[in-house]
């Protein structure tokens, strides 16, 4: 039996769970994506807190112009910049069974430039 698009991105999802997890020290930065927003947060898994969050339906980053892949860059910049704020300089990336080009490429590349390490 044939494997649903969604069902085979949730085995590549939790194959990468069971690796990257979040500390304290180095947390975890979470991407969700769907076919019109895009969501990241960064996430302290030991603890169950969610440190920092952003999303394209955010109201500074909703109303800024441009394709997905741009909003997803303002998204990265965006939490990088709240994280920094939270005392949070390294994480470790879930691309959360995307493949990583395209907006998850782009967050990538918002979170690098605002001063995350990764």
Known sequence: MALTKNERRLRIKNRIRK???GTEARPR???????????AQVVDDVNGK??????SRDKDISAAKGNKSEI????????GEKALKAGVETIAFDRGGYLYHGRIKSLAD???AAGLKF
């Open 19 to 21: 690796v990257v997890s």
């Open 29 to 39: 930065l979470a991407v969700y994506r769907s076919n019109k927003e895009i969501y």
């Open 110 to 112: 918002g979170a690098r």
């Open 72 to 79: 997803a860059e303002l998204v990265g910049k965006a939490l």
């Open 50 to 55: 969610t440190i920092a969050s952003s999303s």
